[in-house]
């Protein structure tokens, strides 16, 4: 009988090939050999993500860290594997609170996810706001609010005749995630549209609002009033980067040993913060 460690190696194979489908088999095969390795879990979570199984990936994820100890620095990964899922299944408040609790605790273990999990917190915060706004602007205008219901239900209607199609037979998995994403993207494409004819028509009135990435700190993800840049070239606030560097020692991103005497002022970052801000002061609140 092939044993759970061999079914694994199999798998990993499959998964350096690019055949996701046959790594998760194999994966799955190992875990009924063996439902006590986290190892185990978290490849087939990845091999999930590549596949875009989100309820997968969150089962697998949890799974991995109900077994590590979701106390663990090892179990970081598996944190950021949920996250990630969370994100695809349209649940950004519940990623975002483990993602930032996930984030603080990578910081303490100086754990080489930290970078991945400011990510996922920066994503899943754009998100949630995404939603926030979207809400405002329909409330705003009864007319965009119907129209932007019409492009989601042609979408939605899209995306269920793709499952119809890939249940009987007519494509596979791999297809039906690069149709749905092209259907996806179209949607995105005509919602912006629909928000930019309305902008014109309401003469600024019924806009958008966005905060653009490079103005949002990588430690508090707030909009940064005093950036500084660390020798490996990011900028983060001032007094987050102080803060961390005060009991760490090293760059956030790169681990390499350094000071607060190494922290240089980036002051065309600061004047960008101070006049996007003063255009946009609702988002301090952001």
């Known amino acids: 009988m092939t044993s759970a460690l061999e079914l694994k190696e199999k798998g990993n194979q499959l998964f350096k090939e690019g055949d996701y489908n046959g790594a998760e088999d194999y994966y799955s095969q190992a875990i009924l050999r063996n439902p006590r390795e986290p190892t185990f879990f978290t490849n087939r979570a990845l091999t999930r993500i590549r596949l875009s199984k989100w309820a997968g990936v969150e089962t697998d994820a949890r799974s991995a860290i109900a077994l590590i100890g979701a106390q663990s620095p090892s179990s970081l990964k598996s944190f950021w594997y949920l996250t990630q899922a969370l994100l695809g299944l349209q649940r950004p408040k ?3 609170e483990l993602a930032i609790n996930a984030y603080r605790t990578s910081l303490d273990a100086k754990s080489p996810q930290t970078e991945n999990l ?15 706004e979207s809400a405002r602007l329909r409330e705003m205008n ?59 028509a309401s003469g600024g009135e019924v806009k958008e609002r966005i905060v653009p990435d490079y103005l949002v700190d990588g430690i508090t993800f707030e909009i940064m009033h005093d950036p500084v840049m660390t020798p490996g070239g990011t900028s983060f606030d001032r007094v987050g980067i ?45």
């Open 94 to 96: 519940e990623a975002y």
């Open 118 to 132: 400011s990510r996922t917190v920066l994503r899943a915060k754009q998100q949630i706001w995404a939603a926030k």
């Open 142 to 200: 009864e007319t965009l609010a119907y129209v932007e219901g019409l492009v989601e239900g042609e979408l939605a209607r899209g995306v269920e005749e793709l499952r119809r199609r890939r249940e009987g037979g007519e494509i596979g998995h791999v297809g039906f995630l690069e149709d749905e994403r092209a259907l996806m993207e179209e949607g995105e494409r005509n919602v912006g549209n629909v928000r930019e004819a309305f902008r014109l």
């Open 242 to 286: 102080s803060k961390y560097v005060e009991q760490a020692g090293v760059d956030p991103i790169t681990r390499v040993k350094m000071t607060l005497d190494d922290l240089r002022p980036n002051y065309a970052l600061k004047a960008a913060c101070e006049e996007f801000l003063d255009q946009n002061g609702w988002a301090v609140d952001w």
